[in-house]
């Protein structure tokens, strides 16, 4: 069955790093497009960055420059990599598969950069 679950959050100062992880079964990431978003508390959930079965990257522009999606096939987990962190950076970041019938989401990850 589908399943996607992420880690790597937590509380991090401003400048810091950290990554994230999106383990996932069930099927095969290396043949779907997967992504990354967040919500931010009061806000609407928006899109951090994509990545495509072909290698497409394409991140929001708050965030590129400072963020990398990426993937290793062999472990089946894709990653955020989130660099020079800022305090509006502070949301819930959830891992997607674009899928047919329906998209999955997993359970989210909170990531909080204090000033």
């Known amino acids: 069955q589908v399943q996607l679950v992420e880690s790597g959050g937590g509380l991090v100062q401003a400048g810091g790093s950290l990554r994230l992880s999106c383990a996932a079964s069930?099927?095969?990431?290396?043949?779907?497009?997967m992504g990354w978003y967040r919500q931010a508390a009061g806000k609407q959930r928006e899109l951090v960055a994509t990545?495509?079965?072909?290698?497409?990257?394409n991140y929001e522009a708050s965030v590129k420059g400072r963020f990398t999606i990426s993937r290793d096939n062999a472990k089946n987990t894709v990653y955020l990599q989130m660099n020079s962190l800022k305090p509006e950076d502070t949301a819930v970041y959830y891992c997607?598969?674009?899928?047919?019938?329906?998209?999955?989401w997993g359970q989210g990850t909170q990531v909080t950069v204090s000033s």
């Open positions: 997607k598969v674009n899928r047919v019938p329906r998209d999955y």
């Open positions: 069930g099927f095969a990431i290396s043949i779907y497009a």
């Open positions: 990545l495509t079965s072909s290698g497409y990257t």
